[in-house]
C-alpha cells in the first residue's frame, strides 16, 4: 500500500520537546541552542561511525540536475530510490575483477617480453 500523503507516520507534527523550552533557555536565542546540538551530534556521529559522510552535494546535482526532479520530489525519495534511479541512469557498479579474472585475462593478454635496462 503507498503512504498516504507522501508522508510517514513519525514526520507528523512537532515534538512536545519542540514546543517546550527548558528553564534554562529562557535568555537564549533559538538558533544558540541549534548551534550546540549540531556540534554536538556532529562530533559524536564522526566519533561513532567509520563510514564518510553522506555526499548531500552530489546527490543534490545528481537529483536537480540529471533527474531534474524537483526540489519537493527530491527530498522525498529514500537513498535506496537515489541509488535506484542512479543505476537506470549510469548501469550498476561494477566491483574490481576477482583474482581468477585477472589472471585470465593476463593468459589472454599477454604483455611482450620485458628487459629492463
Given at each position: 500500500?503507498?503512504?498516504?500523503?507522501?508522508?510517514?507516520?513519525?514526520?507528523?507534527?512537532a515534538s512536545?520537546?519542540?514546543?517546550?523550552?527548558?528553564?534554562?533557555?529562557?535568555?537564549?536565542?533559538?538558533?544558540?541552542?541549534?548551534?550546540?546540538?549540531?556540534?554536538?551530534?556532529?562530533?559524536?556521529?564522526?566519533a561513532?561511525?567509520?563510514?564518510?559522510?553522506?555526499?548531500?552535494?552530489?546527490?543534490?546535482?545528481?537529483?536537480?540536475?540529471?533527474?531534474?526532479?524537483?526540489?519537493?520530489?527530491?527530498?522525498?525519495?529514500?537513498?535506496?530510490?537515489l541509488?535506484?534511479a542512479?543505476?537506470?541512469?549510469?548501469?550498476?557498479?561494477?566491483?574490481?575483477?576477482t583474482?581468477?579474472?585477472?589472471?585470465?585475462?593476463?593468459?589472454?593478454h599477454?604483455?611482450?617480453?620485458?628487459?629492463?635496462?
Open positions: 500500500m503507498g503512504r498516504a500523503c507522501g508522508l510517514c507516520a513519525d514526520r507528523g507534527g512536545r520537546r519542540d514546543l517546550w523550552r527548558r528553564a534554562g533557555d529562557a535568555d537564549r536565542k533559538p538558533s544558540e541552542a541549534a548551534g550546540r546540538l549540531k556540534a554536538r551530534s556532529e562530533t559524536a556521529a564522526h561513532s561511525s567509520p563510514r564518510a559522510p553522506f555526499p548531500f552535494s552530489r546527490a543534490m546535482a545528481f537529483g536537480l540536475g540529471v533527474l531534474r526532479l524537483a526540489p519537493a520530489d527530491f527530498w522525498t525519495m529514500t537513498p535506496r530510490e541509488q535506484a542512479a543505476e537506470g541512469v549510469y548501469g550498476r557498479l561494477v566491483g574490481p575483477p583474482r581468477a579474472a585477472l589472471d585470465a585475462l593476463m593468459r589472454a599477454p604483455d611482450g617480453s620485458h628487459t629492463d635496462g
